[in-house]
């Protein structure tokens, strides 16, 4: 942790890429691609599902023996799932994100996470994915639930590229993961990146605005910063794949070199980046202009994603009309 007065080094620079073309499966299942690959590897690796199947279609060919489906039973299938991780399993949850911990905080806590077991879960469909059946299937409060569980980690890759890397850094870590998968996330890496456990990437060095999305975030954020070096404005650039934990000293070095942090994700503002940047902020004492791209506090529309996107700003240019507000440049 770092108090105000430190001054903390800035993390590397990676390389990025938001017109990277990928190989279609990958493009449309990466969590699938990386766990059929994953279980090549290590016989310990199960997968569970409830009615998700679809999406695990090539791991079911390559090992039937060690896939479950469980119907629509997401409660049922964590507390499964609890029981074969103390016979020695590895096991991974593919579920609806509306129905995984939302719905099964409770197993969650009290199965996985009290008991520090390497279950993954595995949320599909986040965010406004399913904004067209209604509210019952947005999954914009799932981070701020996942967040507030004692031992429990966090991640939400930005590309397909992010997923896989991030699937496999996940078989050796000892207590409960929830992994948010976007759907639709537009490419940032040319190539999986190498992550550090609880650090953030900085994608773009800039001083006059800091950018950090996750998940979907990150793709606007980048092409954001692009349009914005175009009107003048430098933007830092950081993909916070890690939520749980948080990379603290990333917040705090973009903060002070800016003085101006816009958050950007498809979840609801209360509990998710908005709340971590805030929270930190104030507990490191540091004076910063602060604004978000997210979901308001209140019964949100129904409706394709990007029609969705659109109205409640989500979008490239929503992001470039905040960031310039937060510079006095709008």
């Known amino acids: 942790m770092v108090t105000g007065t430190q001054n903390v080094p800035a993390p590397k620079m990676v390389d990025v890429f938001s017109d990277v073309a990928i190989d279609t499966a990958l493009a449309t299942n990466p969590a699938g691609v990386a766990i059929a690959e994953m279980a090549d590897a290590d016989p310990r690796i199960l997968t569970l599902t409830a009615d998700l199947g679809n999406v695990l279609a090539d791991f079911r060919q390559r090992h039937p023996r060690r896939y479950l489906e469980l119907g629509i039973a997401e409660t049922n299938s964590v507390s499964v799932a609890a029981g074969l991780a103390t016979c020695g399993y590895l096991p991974y949850i593919f579920a609806m994100a509306p129905f995984g911990v939302l719905k099964c905080a409770e197993q969650i806590r009290t199965d996985l996470a009290y008991n520090h077991l390497p279950v993954r879960l595995v949320g599909r469909l986040t965010g406004l994915a399913m904004g067209i059946f209604g509210t019952s299937h947005h999954a914009v409060e799932d981070v701020a639930v996942a967040r507030a569980l004692t031992n429990m980690t966090v991640v939400t890759p930005a590309d397909s590229n992010a997923v896989l890397s991030l699937m496999r850094s ?161």
Request: glycine share 12%; net charge negative.
């Open 170 to 330: 996940t078989v050796s870590h000892q207590g409960p993961i929830y992994i948010r998968i976007a759907e639709g996330a537009e490419p940032v890496y040319a190539a999986p990146p190498v992550f550090e456990f609880g650090r953030w990437l900085r994608l773009h060095c800039g001083s006059e605005v800091s950018l950090i999305g996750h998940g979907l975030g990150v793709g606007l954020a980048v092409r954001a910063a692009g349009e914005l070096a175009a009107r003048g404005v430098q933007a830092d650039v950081y993909d916070a794949a890690f939520l749980k934990p948080f990379d603290e000293e990333a917040i705090v070095d973009t903060a002070r070199r800016t003085g101006a942090v816009l958050t950007i994700e498809d979840h609801s503002e209360v509990g998710g980046l908005a709340s971590i940047v805030a929270e930190t902020v104030g507990r490191n004492g540091l004076s910063v202009r602060l604004d978000r791209v997210a979901l308001p506090d209140e019964d949100l529309e129904v409706g394709t994603p990007a029609a969705l996107h659109e109205h409640y700003g989500f979008t490239a240019a929503g992001v470039v009309a905040k960031a310039l507000a937060l510079t006095g440049r709008a």
